[in-house]
Each structure stands twice: as structure tokens, then as C-alpha cells.
């Protein structure tokens, strides 16, 4: 009896102090205003340039891949620079060319209606050994282009050598396309001792019969520029949205001039190197795709016959493009040439797909 009556009562002061602690509450969830004030400023400012980029691009096409592949390029290491050089008359006239990569210096010429960027697949490849130099020739990509010029194989020629001289290259590796392999061969044949080794990709030089309309190389149609693709690079069939098709117009209307005045130059043939080649000393590398429509493959043959210390490389699955579009093929070939310390004189191959 006596400890249930004493400990009924410590119970029951027990009960009443539990009954009088305070609950705590959890603590309200905080709210980040910041993050959101952070989330509608980057909204309300990234839509907007993301439209405006989208709109450049509808109107600007060209413009705007050109500058991508600015960018490209840059994280590779190749930067694009400019300079002045004496060209048709003209003793300041302004050239853009990309530069990068280390090692032996190797110079690259593009072809007729072209631009540096046209080296974009393979000069990355190349940086490794060598210092590229890719130049928008006179009247070609975003160079000068005096209305005085001809822009004939002549011209180009010293406008290539004047900017060789500005670079203090004077032992080079040089490489030309289609008529920038013309101009390679020129000037190799000028000044052979400044020409370490020679390669030229679906060159330009010898006389063949045209299967087509040169007129194909000012596209005001786009029937013309249809078949001009199909010319240039037959295994890659590709729809060119209606956008790039009027932006293309447009470049020719305002930059056409210069390509009909190169391929005027030309077709007097009055520069052709028919039966010259043989004068040639330096190990020269051709390389051709296999289906070349546009300048055919039997111009590479009498090429390699006129140079016996050449090497032929035929790809095929490879068109008129091929250093554009098989570079990831081609690139060992020409690292491989240009690093070895005895080309193989009168090698030919045809290198499968």
C-alpha cells in the first residue's frame, strides 16, 4: 500500500511535465529567390540570342559556317591572321590565311571558288608535325579583291610566293587543290630549290576536254547548283535547304567576278604545264579521288608519267572533294609522305573505300 500511494504521484508529475514541453516545429523550408531571379535572367537572356543566332543563320548561312569553322579551327590551335602582300599591281593588298600546328612549314593553296576553310578536315590532322599555312587567295574568301586583277594562274602564283616571302619560309612543303594545285605546280617549277616536297589533290594544269559548262561555277539556279554538287562531289547526294540556296546566289552575284575571271585565265590555256612536268626534281605526291567528274583521273596518270619520282594515290568512294570529305583517309597518306626520309618513287595505289 505505502509504495503505490508514493509512487502514483511522481507518475503523474512525470505525465504533467511531458505535457508541458513545448513541441518544436520544423523549420519552414526556405525559399531561394536568388536561384530564381538567376533562372529568369539567364531565360529572358540566352532565348534571345539563341534566336538571334538562329536568324543570323537563316540569313547569313555562309557567313555563320564560317565562322563555326573559325571556331573549330581555334580549338585545334590554328588561328586565323592576316597580312598585306603586293598582288596584280596593287603593293598593300590584305590577305586572311589560319596558321598553326609546329614542325616543318607546309603551305595550302585552295582551288577555284574556294577559301582556306576548305582545309578545315585536314589540316587538324597535320598540326601535329607541321606548321600550316592556309591563305584565302586574292579575290577568294575573305581576302581583298582588287577590281584591276585578272586573277589569272599568273597572278595567283606570285600573290602564293609574295606570301611565302612575307612569312620568311624559304625551304616549304606546298600543297594545292584543283587550281591551287595548279599554282602549286608553277611555282614549284619557278623555284624548285624553295620546295622540299610537292603534293597536289585533284589538280588543275593539263589539258583535258571539259564534259561540262564552266558556267556551272556561278550558280543562279537551283538546277545549276544541283548540278554543280553533283560535279564536285557525286557520292555525297544532299538536298541544300532553300535558305543556303539564296544566300549562295547572293555570294555570286556580288563575288562571281573573280571566279569567271580565274576560269576565263585558264581556259585560253596559255598556262598549261602540258610537257613541263618533267622538270620537276622534288618528291611530289598526287592524290585523286576515283570519282573525280569534274578534272578525271587519266589527268592524274599522265601527271604521274611526267614525274618519275611521284607517288599516285586514288580513292575511291572519292570525288572532286576528296580532301574534304575523305580526309580522315587521306591525312595518313600525306603525314606519311611528308615524314618519311625516302618517298616511294612511282608508287601507285588505289586505295579501297
Known sequence: MSETSHSAPAQSNHQRDMRETPTIAAPPRKRHPRAWRI??????TVVPLLLALIAFGLLHPITLMVMVTQMRLW????HSKSMEIPFAGHQ???IRYYEGG???PLVLVHGLGGRAEDWSHLMPRLVRNHRIYALDLPGYGRSAAPRGAQYSISEETAAVEAFMDRLG???TDLAGWSMGGWIALEI?????????RLIVFDSAG???NLKWNPDLFEPNTPRKLHQLDALLSPNLPRHVPGFVQRAIFRHVRRHGWVVRRSMNSMLTGNALLDGKLTALRMPMLIVWGKQDYLIPVSVAERMHAEVPQSELEIFDGC????????AARIAPVVQGFLSEKAPMHGREAVIGK
Not at 319 to 326: F, I, M, P, Q, R
Open 319 to 326: 570525288g572532286h572533294l576528296a580532301a574534304e570529305y575523305c
Open 169 to 171: 619560309l624559304q625551304k
Open 39 to 44: 533562372a529568369a535572367w539567364s531565360m529572358a
Open 206 to 208: 593539263l589539258r583535258w
Open 102 to 104: 609546329s614542325g616543318d
Open 188 to 196: 614549284a617549277l619557278q623555284q624548285p630549290s624553295r620546295i622540299r
Open 92 to 94: 598593300n593588298v590584305r
Open 75 to 78: 580549338g585545334d590551335g590554328i
